[in-house]
């Protein structure tokens, strides 16, 4: 691990990708503070890791998101050097279950819920000296609509979408930006998933992937490859060949 931060927070850190950040960096001595709904959960996690804090939260509430940010600050007298928003749920979605209501869940916790944490921490980006680095966890699913992923692909892709807008200006103020691309993880979130996932990873793999790319300067970190690098090239397919290859991929998810 690097010494670029004494401190983080990870939201959305109880379980699956978020714990494993969570562990390394709290193994690296990096205080860390720990926020999810599940407060047992969190608690558990936190007794584990001397350097690991428990702080409840649901980023749906923004005045909850408000009072974190603050309280947080408050304690540190400044805001943690890494910060990673990395909550979201996700439900498979096809047009057989078509469900706006999952939909809304999606768009809620996964882009206003994003939305609400920036609004908690914009008031900062002024205020502090160095850098602090804001890392998303999006995913190649808000590149191009994938099978499957209705609803979910279009939440990662309203937040990537936020994150370049925002860039440009936040650069100047001390917040540096960063989107994080997993490819397929072993979770509770892929649990759900009934079609064979291509180089799934582990979660602990993952979270080494997510911080070993967040310790370079680049925007985009994206892993496993060459998965990675084949849904990269979608993003520049043009449309006829484009829906050619997903009526293929629809098919043989379909196939019993
Ligand atoms: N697994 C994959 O293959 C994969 C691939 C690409 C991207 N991703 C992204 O990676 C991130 C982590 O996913 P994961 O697979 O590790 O899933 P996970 O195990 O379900 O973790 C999701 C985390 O978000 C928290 N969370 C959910 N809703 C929340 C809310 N409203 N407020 C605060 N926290 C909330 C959960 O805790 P509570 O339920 O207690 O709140 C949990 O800690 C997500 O952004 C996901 O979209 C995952």
Do not use: H
């Amino acid at each position: 691990m690097n010494n670029l931060w004494k401190s983080a927070w990870v939201i959305g850190g109880s379980t699956g990708l978020g714990a494993e950040l969570v562990k390394i960096l709290t193994a690296a001595g990096i205080e860390t503070y720990v926020s999810a709904r599940d407060k047992d959960r969190l608690k558990v996690l936190c007794g584990q890791f001397s350097d690991a804090k428990s702080y409840p939260l649901d980023i749906t509430d923004k005045a909850a998101c408000i009072r974190a940010v603050d309280e947080i600050n408050k304690i540190k007298n400044t805001l943690p050097d890494l910060i990673i928003l990395n909550a979201a749920v996700y439900y498979p979605m096809d047009i057989e279950n078509f469900n706006a209501l999952e939909i809304s869940d999606m768009m809620n916790v996964n882009f206003l819920g994003i939305a609400n944490m920036f609004e908690a921490l914009l008031p900062y980006r002024k205020s502090r000296g160095g850098n602090v680095t804001i890392a998303t966890v999006t995913s190649p699913s808000g590149w191009r609509g994938l099978p499957g992923a209705i609803g979910y692909g279009s939440s990662k892709a309203a937040v990537i979408n936020m994150m370049e807008s925002m860039k440009p200006e936040l650069d100047r103020c001390g917040f540096d930006l960063r989107v994080v691309n997993p490819g397929f993880i072993k979770t509770r979130l892929t649990e759900k998933n009934n079609f064979q996932m291509p180089q799934l990873m582990e979660p602990n793999e993952a979270a080494k992937l997510t911080l070993k790319g967040l310790s370079t300067k680049n925007f985009d970190t994206s892993f496993p490859n060459p998965f990675l690098y084949y849904l990269k090239l979608l993003r520049i397919l043009p449309y006829t060949l484009f829906f050619r290859l997903m009526k293929k991929i629809n098919q043989q998810r379909n196939k019993p």
